[in-house]
């Protein structure tokens, strides 16, 4: 993607909770440096209600860092006023100056924004600078929000786009869960053209196994773990390092606290440590959940492909089972909710799955214990 001339595609790294955006996304950066584009961004955990002047004001607050030390030439930038001070000061590209090019550019936000951007570049490319990243993670906490009236989404995608247009060297990087590109294409269609989506999927058995073994390997450990344990993690959690990471690192360390506590021959089950992600990954989420939700979740952990996708004509088909079935326009209703705790997502075809790897598992346990 760096070598693109002008930009025209830029990323969207996809993926469920915990199969690694995160950590992949980190290992772009130092390439990305290597060959000397600047890299900014920012995690958008907290940004769900973020507004078009927030999300602006942090691209220059990204960016600032960066661009810092650059010095813009006095005259050249009459726009900027610094009319009290006649003698060509070194003028800075620092945050204050961003913000003051920002502030006195008429028009849209976009605008303010995009007059900032070239004015960067236009400072950048007598520099050894190729172009400069920027790369959001948690991306899909980014929304248009009609109702407030406000569109960052909306106004990140026009900004780029039309910097792109101009063959400015700025390349977006968009990391999230699978919602992500849906709204990207919901809030301007042509974000269809101007990102490739890279979906991050499962491991396979043999890179779980690898993902489970070589660890220890690497480290010389006196640890191992039995095959009948490496066979049952893959099969119950292959796939999703978050989960082969969070077991692993568990069963290790219980296992070095019984040997401390004197135990001659240690057992841990892979069983026992299962409670232990119930409790640590999967409850905090479940306890947002309503009754009415949890039923309803119920229903959907019962279908047979609802780790794929599933359709609220199925919810409906298999809550008549329920002394309570759910009508679709209910199912509709409670699913809207799921999803903005994080726990569903609709796609692009208004199928819906679960945003959380292996939540229908956890459910059914939960299920079988009630
Ligand atoms: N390639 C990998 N090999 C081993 N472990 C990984 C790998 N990628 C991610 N992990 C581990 O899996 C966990 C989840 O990764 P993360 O990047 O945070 O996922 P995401 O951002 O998709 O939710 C992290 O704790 C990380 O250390
Ligand atoms: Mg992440």
């Given at each position: 993607?760096?070598?693109?001339?002008?930009?025209?595609?830029?990323?969207?790294?996809?993926?469920?909770?915990?199969?690694?955006?995160?950590?992949?996304?980190?290992?772009?950066?130092?390439?990305?440096?290597?060959?000397?584009?600047?890299?900014?961004?920012?995690?958008?955990?907290?940004?769900?209600?973020?507004?078009?002047?927030?999300?602006?004001?942090?691209?220059?607050?990204?960016?600032?860092?960066?661009?810092?030390?650059?010095?813009?030439?006095?005259?050249?930038?009459?726009?900027?006023?610094?009319?009290?001070?006649?003698?060509?000061?070194?003028?800075?590209?620092?945050?204050?100056?961003?913000?003051?090019?920002?502030?006195?550019?008429?028009?849209?936000?976009?605008?303010?924004?995009?007059?900032?951007?070239?004015?960067?570049?236009?400072?950048?490319?007598?520099?050894?600078?190729?172009?400069?990243?920027?790369?959001?993670?948690?991306?899909?906490?980014?929304?248009?929000?009609?109702?407030?009236?406000?569109?960052?989404?909306?106004?990140?995608?026009?900004?780029?786009?039309?910097?792109?247009?101009?063959?400015?060297?700025?390349?977006?990087?968009?990391?999230?869960?699978?919602?992500?590109?849906?709204?990207?294409?919901?809030?301007?269609?042509?974000?269809?053209?101007?990102?490739?989506?890279?979906?991050?999927?499962?491991?396979?058995?043999?890179?779980?196994?690898?993902?489970?073994?070589?660890?220890?390997?690497?480290?010389?450990?006196?640890?191992?773990?039995?095959?009948?344990?490496?066979?049952?993690?893959?099969?119950?959690?292959?796939?999703?390092?978050?989960?082969?990471?969070?077991?692993?690192?568990?069963?290790?360390?219980t296992y070095?606290q019984q040997k401390?506590s004197?135990a001659?021959?240690p057992?841990?089950?892979?069983?026992?440590?299962?409670?232990?992600?119930?409790?640590?990954?999967?409850?905090?989420?479940?306890?947002?959940?309503?009754?009415?939700?949890?039923?309803?979740?119920?229903?959907?952990?019962?279908?047979?492909?609802?780790?794929?996708?599933?359709?609220?004509?199925?919810?409906?088909?298999?809550?008549?089972?329920?002394?309570?079935?759910?009508?679709?326009?209910?199912?509709?209703?409670?699913?809207?909710?799921?999803?903005?705790?994080?726990?569903?997502?609709?796609?692009?075809?208004?199928?819906?799955?679960?945003?959380?790897?292996?939540?229908?598992?956890?459910?059914?346990?939960?299920?079988?214990?009630?």
């Amino acid at each position: 993607m760096l070598d693109q001339q002008p930009i025209l595609t830029n990323l969207v790294l996809t993926g469920l909770r915990g199969v690694g955006k995160t950590v992949l996304l980190e290992t772009f950066k130092p390439i990305a440096i290597g060959q000397n584009w600047l890299w900014a961004g920012t995690d958008l955990s907290e940004s769900a209600s973020v507004s078009e002047e927030s999300i602006a004001l942090s691209i220059l607050a990204d960016l600032s860092p960066l661009v810092g030390n650059v010095v813009v030439a006095g005259t050249e930038q009459p726009r900027i006023g610094f009319g009290a001070t006649p003698e060509k000061l070194p003028l800075r590209l620092d945050f204050a100056l961003l913000k003051r090019v920002y502030e006195q550019t008429p028009g849209l936000v976009s605008d303010k924004l995009k007059a900032v951007l070239e004015l960067v570049w236009a400072s950048l490319k007598k520099t050894d600078v190729h172009g400069v990243v920027l790369a959001y993670d948690e991306a899909q906490n980014l929304g248009d929000q009609a109702d407030r009236h406000q569109y960052p989404l909306s106004l990140l995608l026009d900004a780029f786009q039309s910097i792109q247009q101009r063959e400015l060297p700025f390349v977006l990087v968009l990391t999230g869960l699978p919602t992500l590109f849906p709204k990207l294409v919901e809030a301007r269609t042509f974000a269809e053209r101007m990102f490739h989506v890279t979906m991050l999927g499962r491991l396979n058995d043999a890179e779980s196994r690898d993902a489970i073994l070589k660890p220890m390997q690497q480290q010389g450990c006196p640890v191992r773990f039995a095959e009948p344990a490496v066979v049952e993690i893959i099969w119950h959690y292959g796939g999703y390092p978050y989960f082969i990471q969070f077991l692993c690192r568990k069963m290790f360390d219980t296992y070095l606290q019984q040997k401390a506590s004197g135990a001659v021959n240690p057992v841990v089950t892979v069983n026992q440590t299962v409670r232990k992600l119930d409790s640590d990954f999967f409850a905090g989420r479940w306890n947002r959940v309503t009754d009415r939700q949890r039923d309803l979740l119920a229903v959907v952990a019962a279908l047979p492909d609802c780790d794929e996708e599933f359709t609220v004509q199925e919810i409906v088909e298999q809550s008549k089972k329920l002394t309570k079935p759910f009508s679709a326009s209910h199912v509709n209703q409670i699913l809207a909710k799921v999803a903005e705790n994080g726990l569903v997502y609709k796609n692009r075809h208004g199928r819906y799955s679960f945003a959380v790897p292996l939540l229908g598992d956890f459910i059914r346990r939960q299920e079988a214990e009630a």
